[in-house]
């Protein structure tokens, strides 16, 4: 019952969103970007797709400047 | 080595791609001018601002091009460098669900927005709406020194140059040194990608 979470092991916790775990893990979400298992989330889907048990979420921060 | 037939199948390969650049700042203008001079043979460039006397400690524009909207200015300065190059320009600001349709006839996009959250949104919808589409991110470009944090992050076909300890840009200078060192990474993945499928390289 874990999930992996920018290659740590994290625990699953059952019907946690996109959302509370960018909380869980202290993400500011206006600024990443999120996969699991390879596919892009939107952000309008952060509050409603859970974390599958097992999956692979990759969080990728973006800082401004460019 | 490369040879002779080696080196011919680059420049031709090279000649025959194209690569859409998402704003054309400090990130942007640096990459497409290397890119202009590599050989590529199309680039569409994307953006909605001016020239301004600020922004050149880092972008590649000149004082007598203050004013001039950015597109028109690169252009002519990709023209002077390499007039082979077909430049594609749009004047425009790119607006979330609709950020796509520059980059519809490309090979590999280029990401060099400013606002952090911009980038986000864009590296979303592009991943999205054209999932086989190579997209060579920046993140971190602010700030002086810590050149040796920066890093190459793969996710499929994203691909992020970032220094996740850079301050942003709000906090600190950007200037041409450090931001050429991500804009020149960028160029440099474009052209690894685009020789990985004609393995050449």
Request: with cysteine; hydrophobic share 45%.
């Amino acid at each position: 019952m874990s999930i992996n979470v920018n290659s740590t092991t994290q625990a699953w916790v059952q019907n946690e969103t996109v959302k509370t775990l960018l909380i869980r893990m202290n993400y500011v979400f206006p600024l990443v970007v999120v996969k699991i298992d390879g596919e892009v989330i939107p952000k309008s889907q952060y509050a409603t797709i859970e974390i599958p048990d097992g999956s692979t979420v990759e969080v990728i921060h973006l800082i401004s400047g460019g | 080595m490369m040879s002779k037939s080696d080196i011919d199948k680059v420049r031709e390969k090279l000649a025959n791609s194209s690569v859409g650049i998402a704003g054309i700042g400090g990130l942007g203008s640096n990459a497409a001018m290397a890119l202009a001079r590599a050989g590529i043979g199309r680039l569409v460039i994307v953006d909605f601002d001016n020239v301004e006397e600020s922004n050149l400690n880092r972008q590649a524009y000149t004082v007598d091009q203050v004013g001039m909207r950015k597109t028109e200015a690169l252009m002519q300065n990709i023209n002077k460098a390499n007039p082979a190059v077909d430049v594609t320009a749009f004047f425009m600001e790119l607006e979330p669900g609709q950020m796509d349709y520059p980059f519809s006839s490309v090979d590999i996009v280029v990401e060099a927005l400013d606002k952090a959250d911009t980038k986000a949104l864009f590296i979303e919808e592009i991943s999205m709406k054209y999932p086989d589409k190579p997209i060579i991110a920046a993140s971190g470009v602010a700030g002086v020194g810590g050149t040796e944090r920066i890093r190459l992050k793969r996710s499929g076909n994203l691909y992020l140059v970032h220094d996740d300890d850079a301050p942003s840009c709000d906090e600190s200078v950007v200037l041409a040194p450090r931001v050429g060192l991500f804009a020149h990474w960028q160029a440099s993945l474009v052209i690894e990608i685009l020789l990985e499928c004609e393995n050449v390289n």
